[in-house]
Structure formats: C-alpha cells, structure tokens
C-alpha cells in the first residue's frame, strides 16, 4: 500500500501525458484524497471533460494546499520549494487553457471569427489540454 501511494503520483503523471484518460482515472483513485495531487489529477480530468467550474474548484482548492505547504518550505530550502512551485505555474496554465476552452465555447455559440478560432485552437494544443 505504501509503494502504491508512492507511485500513484507518477503514474498519474505518465497517463496525463499520453493522454490515457481511463487510467488516469483509476489511477487517481489510488491517490490520498486530501493531497495536493488528488486535487491536481482531478481538476486535469475535469478540464478534459469540460467540467471548467469544478475544474476551477479543485485548482483553487490545490492552491489553497500548496500555500499552507510553500510558506513551510521556502523557509526550509529552495530545493525542496521548488517542485512546489512548478505546481504553481502548472496550475496557472490549466486556468489558461480554461479561459481558452470558455472562449472558444462562445465563439461556437456566436459564430466568432475563423481566425479568433484557429488561434483558440492553437492555445489550447499548446496549454497541453
């Protein structure tokens, strides 16, 4: 049990990358339901469902669990801050990519320009949603 909560992280971040929405799935659930992964992986899912409101709610709840661990370690080190503050700046560009998605929603819904969508199109492949 213990080496699958270890693991359980990279795993996550392995079926986020080759985009294995199923596994990521049930790989989340081996995650410890307070930490901060849980709350990354979920908010991941639900982008990619299009769940942007809930996506929001976990990243800003995953913010909130980074502060509380970021003040601790930055006093302590650097080094043991910084995997932390990678977090910080993927969890801006998951908001990115949900402004992006919104955006692209109401120009499908008012028409929009060809070339205000193909650049909405380009945002969202490049912000890795």
């Known amino acids: ?73 930055v006093a302590e080190s650097y080094d043991r801050a910084y995997s932390l503050m990678v977090v910080v700046q993927q969890l801006s560009e998951l908001e990115e990519v949900i402004e992006v998605r919104r955006e692209m929603e109401r120009m499908h819904e008012g028409g929009g320009s060809s070339s205000a969508r193909r650049r909405a199109r380009l945002s969202v492949k490049r912000g890795g949603g």
């Open 1 to 73: 049990a213990v080496v699958r909560k270890r693991v359980a992280p990279l795993a996550a971040a392995a079926a986020w990358n080759i985009g294995d929405w199923g596994f990521l799935t049930d790989v989340i659930k081996a995650l410890d339901a307070d930490s901060i992964d849980n709350r990354f992986f979920l908010a991941v899912l639900a982008i990619h469902d299009g769940a942007h409101d809930r996506a929001q709610t976990l990243i800003d709840a995953c913010r909130a669990a980074v502060d509380v661990r970021l003040g601790a370690l």
